[in-house]
């Protein structure tokens, strides 16, 4: 039986929140309580690629320290988007 779609995203949230770095934590678990519904089914699953990696690469292609994958660049991209529009002044 197929996962619906709420069910699919009360796991990505919880996977969200539940990261291992508290600053993962706190980009990822924001993102998927803010912004994570308005995403396509598309999006779900690049985003759900995206919460397979390690959070130690993560953190340096969010933080541009290393470059991200390009598989990975537009899922990323949203999550640093919804980042930066809440944390500029």
Known sequence: MAENRETRLKRLRLRSWRRGIKEMDLLFGTFADEKMHTLTDAELDAHEILMAEHDQD???????????PNELKDA?????DHFLSKNTT
């Open 76 to 80: 990323l991209s949203r999550v640093q």
């Open 58 to 68: 993560l953190l340096v292609w969010f933080t541009g320290q290393k470059d991200t």
